[in-house]
């Protein structure tokens, strides 16, 4: 079992470039989540998925933040323009069944640096 | 909108104690609470789920309890290891699947 995939581990960009995070979900499993760690505000959801479907984005902090989930085993977070206050550790996690009572299992994080 | 928070942000102890983390949140209406583990530069790791039915779970040397009439959670670690050095987080559902995290409380254990 591979786990939940993330890629790249680091990134580090100018400010104004278009950033894309890459997560691949365990297998079968039906919910994917984006999340967000920096220092002063801890870990926030940023977006999930159940079925491929966006069901609450209200975490998303502005239209320069994009998410999509083209399959059930692809998800992309897209930044673009990028600004230095993105950067922060991005989450990818998923869930087997969608419910409330389900535990998530987080991938590894991509580092992002925006200079 | 659920709140926790965790107690204390950064806790340093001996090798071979017992410690208590705690975890308080402000909606007691929770489907369940989970405790994490985040090694530094990694992802977090399941310890425990506590379902809102259940008083307490355990799994080798951790014990999670959940009080929620008094918003309250402690996870229990007996006999700690250098291993277990890392930030533990709390984590509830609000609504359907989303997570509210507390800030996680930092634990080095000193061989």
């Known amino acids: 079992d591979a786990g939940v995939i993330q890629s790249p581990r680091h990134e580090v960009t100018e400010m104004g470039q278009e950033v894309t995070l890459r997560c691949k979900p365990i297998?079968?499993?039906?919910?994917l989540f984006w999340y967000r760690q920096t220092m002063m505000r801890g870990l926030e959801l940023l977006i999930y998925f159940n079925n491929n479907v966006p069901i609450d984005d209200s975490g998303m902090p502005e239209d320069r933040f994009s998410a999509k989930m083209p399959n059930a085993s692809f998800s992309t977070l897209k930044i673009q323009p990028s600004e230095p206050r993105d950067s922060a550790v991005y989450f990818c996690?998923?869930?087997?069944?969608?419910?409330?009572?389900?535990?998530?299992?987080f991938g590894p994080g991509t580092r992002l640096t925006v200079l | 909108k659920q709140e926790v928070t965790q107690i204390p942000a950064a806790l340093s102890v001996p090798e071979g104690e017992n410690l208590v983390l705690n975890c308080s949140f402000t909606?007691?209406?929770?489907?369940?609470l989970q405790w994490f583990r985040q090694d530094p530069g990694k992802g977090l790791t399941s310890l425990l789920l506590?379902?809102?039915?259940?008083r307490e779970q355990t799994s080798g040397r951790l014990n999670a309890s959940l009080d929620k009439s008094s918003g309250r959670s402690t996870l229990y670690i007996a006999a700690s290891q250098p291993g277990d050095s890392a930030t533990y987080l709390c984590?509830?559902?609000?609504?359907?699947?989303?997570?509210?995290f507390g800030q996680g409380t930092r634990l080095t254990i000193n061989p």
């Open positions: 297998s079968g499993h039906n919910s």
């Open positions: 996690a998923s869930s087997p069944a969608g419910t409330p009572t389900d535990t998530q299992y």
């Open positions: 909606d007691s209406a929770i489907y369940n």
């Open positions: 506590i379902q809102s039915s259940q």
């Open positions: 984590a509830l559902p609000q609504g359907a699947q989303k997570l509210v």
